[in-house]
C-alpha cells in the first residue's frame, strides 16, 4: 500500500487548507484511515482518525476546525483545515492500517506517506 499526501504550503492565520491522501496496491487491506502531525523533536501526534465507517475522532486542539473525510471511489481521505493557527504548522502524515475499529495511536497504523508541510505564518 502507497499513500501520498498533496495539499501542504503556507497559509496566512485564519485561513484554510484541504489535505488529500490517495491510496494505491492493496487496497482492500485498509480498514482505518487518519492524519497525524509532526514537528521537529516532537512525537507524532493524532490530528484527526476514521474507521471504514463513519465513526472519527479529532484532537481537541482541531475540533471544530478540522474535517476528516474520505472519497472511497477515489480511494483518497482528505483533511479539510480551517481557521488554520500558527500552532497548526507541523509536517502532516497521512496513515493507514489494517486493524478494525477505530485508533488514535499511531503504532496502530501499518501505512505511512512521505508527509507534507503546513506552515501557519502571517
Known amino acids: 500500500v502507497e499513500l501520498v499526501e498533496t495539499g501542504g504550503g503556507l497559509v496566512q492565520p485564519g485561513g484554510s487548507l484541504r489535505l488529500s491522501c490517495e491510496a494505491s496496491?492493496?487496497?482492500?487491506?485498509?480498514?482505518?484511515m487518519g492524519w497525524y502531525r509532526q514537528t521537529p523533536g516532537q512525537e507524532r501526534e493524532l490530528v484527526a482518525v476514521?474507521?471504514?465507517?463513519?465513526?472519527?475522532r479529532y484532537a481537541d486542539s482541531v475540533k471544530g476546525r478540522f474535517t476528516i473525510s474520505r472519497d472511497n471511489a477515489k480511494n483518497t481521505v482528505y483533511l479539510q483545515m480551517n481557521s488554520l493557527k500558527p500552532e497548526d504548522t507541523a509536517v502532516y502524515y497521512c496513515?493507514?492500517?489494517?486493524?478494525?475499529?477505530?485508533?488514535?495511536?499511531?503504532?496502530?497504523?501499518?501505512?505511512w506517506g512521505q508527509g507534507t508541510q503546513v506552515t501557519v505564518s502571517s
Open positions: 496513515a493507514g492500517k489494517v486493524s478494525l475499529g477505530i485508533a488514535a495511536m499511531a503504532r496502530e497504523y501499518n501505512y
Open positions: 496496491g492493496s487496497l482492500f487491506s485498509i480498514n482505518g
Open positions: 476514521m474507521d471504514s465507517g463513519i465513526s472519527t
